[in-house]
């Protein structure tokens, strides 16, 4: 069983991440922490030093290793659904979850994290919210059209998302098999 958590930056892929997994009795795995090992260095000096196509690269290797892991759930990054190649085995590993959320919500949690400047460079080189409009604009459909289920984020608190998740699973996803 794998559990992927998709939806953009802030949106509380990794908060959610480790709380379904207590429920589920499995690991979280968070995407972004693995590329940061393998590449010994933080996201922010990938981009700035390899560029942002290596950081995609190392991502899809990232995900398809994570993938052939059973019983994990991995808090994946906020690009991950860019590459077909990714929605394609995230799909096929099992339930896909879309953590949809407002514009609004989204610039704020960014702007409130503080681990933003070191996982997050910016994308476009424009301000949080023209930027959090304008790719999320561009994204919608692929995180709605990759999710199998879909959750709003926005008034919830992650453990309440986890739980809405958990009790949205295919049966056999909760008792640890496919
Ligand atoms: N449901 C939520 N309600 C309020 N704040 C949240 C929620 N989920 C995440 N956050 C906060 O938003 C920021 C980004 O969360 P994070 O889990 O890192 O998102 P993602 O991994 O999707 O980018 C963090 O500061 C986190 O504490
Ligand atoms: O949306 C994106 O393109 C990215 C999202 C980030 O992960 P989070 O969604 O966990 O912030 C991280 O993978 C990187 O900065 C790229
Ligand atoms: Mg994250």
Redesign the pocket.
Known sequence: MVVTLI?Y????????GPLLARQLGCDCVDSDDQIEARAGKSIREIFATDGVDEFRRLETEVLTDLIAQDNIVI?AG?GAILAEVNRQRIQAAGPVVW?RATVETLAA??C??G?TADRRPSLTGKSVEVEVAEVLKARLPLYESTSSIIVD?DM???QE?ADEIFSRLPSDAAEGKR
């Open positions: 939806g930056r802030g949106c509380g892929k990794s908060s959610v808090a906020g953590l949690r960014i409130g994290d681990t984020s919830a608190t992650p998302l």
